[in-house]
């Protein structure tokens, strides 16, 4: 081989840039051996590359999603069943007057026994009453009622109590009609002498009287324009002329009101007859009110056993 000196500087030079260009770059191929670098790569410097930062993002836990108003209701659930807790054991250590207070506003909680009517203006004024005279009066009417030739008769049928609202006085039909003919607001005779007996006495108090009309649940057929309504309010009526006829002062009767089958005495079943009947009720006097003593809540026809009351 010849060796000429031109060809072997050439080379060399060749050889030189190649490494020059290798240190630079720092490439190579795949057998090992240095990349050429290009002539135009020569002055350039291949800046040194900074690791790039690793970011981690993390979610914050929050508040999960929104769970109802269930614990709401298990709550006052709760709440409640203290406060009747607290009120159960508040009650058994109260003494008889509280607790009779307590029953009593269950019984009637919207306080119709203390109204005793409007007056004659209409003011609707609440009048505050008395219980004075109630329980001699009520003895009064049960001895002059056992005079009467047919009391053994009725006295299953009558009832006399000292309410909250004054002296009730009750006269209860039977199937067959005791006091009024069935179906109609005529009296009988033995509601007439009953009627007339009781208005003797009850003239001789200052007291004002109130007389309802009530019938059982089974409806009125003899005409189609004349319900238990009318007949409640008709017998009513009639009672209220029969009374002032016989004793009861002008004036006395302010009240004289039909009820139907609206405030049943047996309410279990309410086809019984003693449903229909005519109330008589004595109002209190307005003065202060004074407690009654229970032997005295008794019926006419065995003093020493209360009315039955379904």
Known sequence: MVKDPARLEAMADIRRRTLVGVTKIGRHSNDGFPLMASPASDMEVVPEQKPRPI?????????????????????????????????????????????????????????????????????DKTVEVSKDSMVNLKRELEKVIKTLPKFQAMKDQISITITSEGLRIELMETKKGMFFESGSAEATDIGVSLLRLVSGELGKVPNRILIEGHTDAAPYVKSVTYSNWELSSDRANQARKLMQASGLRTGQVFQVRGFADQELRNVKDPTDPANRRITVIVQYLPQ???T???????GVGDPEKPPIHH
């Open 55 to 123: 970011i981690i993002k993390r979610k914050v836990a929050g508040h999960g999603a929104h769970h109802g108003g269930a614990w709401k209701v298990a709550y006052a659930d709760f709440v409640t069943a203290m406060m009747s807790l607290f009120i159960v054991l508040w009650l058994m250590n109260s003494n008889a007057k509280v607790k009779e207070a307590v029953a009593g506003y269950f019984q009637d909680p919207i306080g119709n026994g203390k109204l005793a009517g409007t007056d004659k203006a209409g003011t």
């Open 292 to 298: 009654v003593p229970p032997s005295e809540k008794t």
């Open 288 to 290: 202060a009110a004074n």
